[in-house]
């Protein structure tokens, strides 16, 4: 199958399953931050640096959670203590839980879930059926341009070349 047909159904596949994973990611995080959300607490916590990045800036944070130092970082943050907090390396809220695993944000992870699914969801929607519809829109024509079986050059089927042998011999045993 070649062509532009061709090139745009290979193009659709590879939309499809680039879509698919990414929507799939998102909404496998979308749950986790579900989960982690019925199971949160919250502490406090100080920025100590911010680095920048293609996808904005990363605050990096620390907190302490029974006594034990945790060191994090998260994209957002949406929830300081004081006026400018995530720009100025000050106080912020961090919320944290270790259901479905260790895990801290910046920010609710109510509302970390819907962000996450607000993307996963409709890139799902659109990836997997654009896989499977070009996909099996391939199949059907690579099945459809094959020939289906080769001719027999005697034009019978099922008949030998020379007239002195049976088209179909019968085996009896005990005789």
């Not at 061709?6 to 986790?32: D, E, M, P």
Request: hydrophobic share 35%.
């Amino acid at each position: 199958m070649n062509g532009p047909l061709g090139r745009t159904l290979l193009i659709c596949v590879l939309l499809g399953i680039i879509s698919s994973f990414a929507g799939g990611c998102q909404c496998t995080w979308g749950h986790n931050y579900a989960v982690a959300a019925q199971h949160q607490s919250t502490t406090v916590g100080h920025v100590v640096r911010i680095s920048g990045g293609k996808g904005g800036p990363y605050y990096h944070y620390v907190f302490s959670v029974n006594g034990v130092a945790v060191d994090d970082s998260s994209n957002v943050c949406h929830t300081p203590l004081a006026p400018g907090a995530c720009d100025n390396l000050g106080p912020v809220l961090v919320y944290y839980s270790h259901q479905p695993f260790a895990i801290s944000k910046l920010q609710d992870f109510t509302s970390a879930s819907n962000d996450a699914y607000r993307f996963g969801k409709p890139a799902l929607a659109i990836g997997l059926p654009l896989f499977v519809w070009s996909t099996v829109i391939m199949v059907i024509l690579s099945r459809k341009n094959k020939p289906k079986h080769r001719p027999n050059p005697d034009g019978e089927k099922g008949r030998s070349k020379s007239g002195d042998v049976p088209d179909v011999i019968h085996i009896v045993p005990g005789e």
